[in-house]
């Protein structure tokens, strides 16, 4: 890859992410969950960072959904932390929606996680 390709928002990508945890947590439910791992893949890809990994965390019960905080599917966790949280949604086995730049979708675009990862 050139230079160019290593580098987003004229930051080096080595210096964004540093060593950051990913997990996608999901249940079968919602479809949006597929689509949300495509896309952090090629966030983590355009970041230059093919030694990163996304962990997957289904969900299969109220009372994990509970526990966990999973307040619908899908759900990105970068180190723990939820970037796309909203406000007083109550954790639950429901499907999630995300505004992107393209309108309503069921995962974040990959622009929004490289946003957020950055």
């Given at each position: 890859?050139t230079?160019a390709?290593?580098?987003?928002?004229?930051?080096?990508a080595?210096?964004?992410?540093?060593?950051?945890?990913?997990?996608l947590?999901?249940?079968d439910?919602?479809?949006?969950?597929q689509?949300?791992e495509?896309?952090?893949r090629?966030?983590?890809?355009?970041?230059?960072?093919?030694?990163?990994?996304?962990?997957r965390?289904?969900?299969?019960?109220?009372?994990e959904?509970?526990?966990?905080?999973?307040?619908?599917?899908?759900?990105?966790?970068?180190?723990?932390?939820?970037?796309?949280?909203e406000?007083?949604?109550?954790?639950?086995l429901?499907?999630?929606?995300?505004?992107?730049?393209?309108?309503?979708?069921?995962?974040?675009?990959?622009?929004?996680?490289?946003?957020?990862?950055?």
């Amino acid at each position: 890859m050139t230079g160019a390709a290593h580098r987003v928002h004229g930051v080096h990508a080595g210096d964004i992410m540093g060593n950051v945890d990913i997990t996608l947590m999901y249940f079968d439910g919602c479809p949006g969950w597929q689509v949300a791992e495509v896309n952090l893949r090629s966030a983590v890809a355009a970041l230059g960072r093919p030694d990163v990994s996304v962990r997957r965390r289904p969900i299969e019960t109220v009372e994990e959904a509970e526990r966990a905080g999973f307040i619908g599917s899908p759900t990105v966790l970068l180190d723990g932390r939820d970037p796309f949280a909203e406000p007083g949604r109550q954790p639950g086995l429901s499907c999630r929606l995300y505004v992107t730049e393209q309108g309503t979708a069921n995962a974040p675009s990959v622009e929004q996680l490289i946003e957020a990862m950055c």
